[in-house]
C-alpha cells in the first residue's frame, strides 16, 4: 500500500507569491491533516479535512487555507508569502484522527525569499 | 488547551546504553499520548499511543513508555540504544474540545538524540 504522497518535495517562493502544496493519502484514508514544521515553532496544527469538509483549523492567518477532493487528495495553499512561511509542511492522513494513527508525508520544504 | 513539554532539547548517548526521554503534558483530562520519531528529511512516524488501560505501553523498535497521571508525564525509554535510533523524538498530546469535536495532535518540541559509537 502506498503511503502519504506529498508534491513537490521542494520549493523555492519569493515574497508576495503564492504557492498551492499537493498532498495524497493513504488509499481509504478520509481525513487529511496539514501541520507546518519549523525550528523555532516546533509542529504547529494548521487544518484537518474529512471527506471534503474542514472539521478543524489551528491559529494561522487567513493567507492559509486548504481543500479536499472527492477522492480525499488534499490541497493547501498560501497567499502573499512571507519570509517567516519558510518551513517544512507535513500532510498526516488516518482513518479517524482520533484513532491517533497519523501516517505522515515525508513533506514539502518550502523556501520563501 | 492542552501543551507538551520536552524539558531536553538535545541527548547524547553511547550505543548500547539505555535512554529515557521526558515528556510532560497538560490537560484536564486524560489525553490520547503519542511518541513520535523523525529522521532528518522525513516525515514522523509513529512509535506507539496511549489511550487507556495498561499505562506501560509498548512500541515499534524496542521502545516502551510509561503513563503516569500523577506526574503528567509520558517518558519514552529504550534499554539499549542503536546507532539507527539517532533522530528526533516528538511527545503529542491528542484532544477534543469540550463538545468532542476539534480533535487535533499538539507536539511537543521534540529531543533530538546523537548516538555515539
Known amino acids: 500500500k502506498a503511503g502519504v504522497t506529498q508534491t513537490p518535495r521542494y520549493l523555492i517562493k519569493t515574497r508576495g507569491q503564492q504557492v498551492t502544496l499537493s498532498c495524497s493519502p493513504i488509499?481509504?484514508?478520509?481525513?487529511v491533516s496539514w501541520y507546518q514544521q519549523t525550528p523555532g515553532q516546533g509542529l504547529q496544527f494548521l487544518f484537518e479535512?474529512?471527506?471534503?469538509?474542514?472539521?478543524n483549523k489551528g491559529n494561522f492567518p487567513g493567507r492559509f487555507s486548504g481543500r479536499q477532493f472527492s477522492n480525499s487528495r488534499s490541497e493547501m495553499n498560501v497567499s502573499t508569502l512571507e519570509l517567516g512561511d519558510s518551513a517544512l509542511y507535513l500532510c498526516a492522513s488516518s482513518l479517524d484522527p482520533r484513532g491517533g494513527k497519523l501516517f505522515f508525508g515525508s513533506g514539502t520544504q518550502l523556501s520563501v525569499l | 488547551a492542552q501543551s507538551v513539554t520536552q524539558p531536553d532539547i538535545h541527548i547524547t548517548v553511547s550505543e548500547g546504553a539505555s535512554l529515557e526521554l521526558r515528556c510532560n503534558y497538560s490537560?484536564?483530562?486524560?489525553?490520547?499520548l503519542f511518541w513520535y520519531v523523525q529522521s532528518p528529511g522525513q516525515g514522523l512516524q509513529l512509535l506507539l499511543k496511549y489511550f487507556s488501560g495498561d499505562t506501560l505501553v509498548q512500541g515499534i523498535k524496542g521502545f516502551e513508555a510509561e503513563f503516569k497521571r500523577s506526574q503528567s508525564s509520558f517518558n519514552l525509554r529504550k534499554p539499549s540504544v542503536h546507532w539507527s535510533d539517532a533522530a528526533e523524538y516528538f511527545c503529542?498530546?491528542?484532544?477534543?474540545?469540550?463538545?468532542?469535536?476539534?480533535?487535533?495532535?499538539?507536539f511537543g518540541k521534540g529531543t533530538l538524540l546523537t548516538v555515539n559509537p
Open positions: 488509499s481509504g484514508h478520509r481525513s
Open positions: 503529542a498530546v491528542g484532544a477534543a474540545d469540550s463538545g468532542g469535536s476539534n480533535y487535533k495532535l499538539t
Open positions: 490537560y484536564g483530562a486524560t489525553p490520547y
Open positions: 479535512y474529512f471527506s471534503e469538509t474542514q472539521r
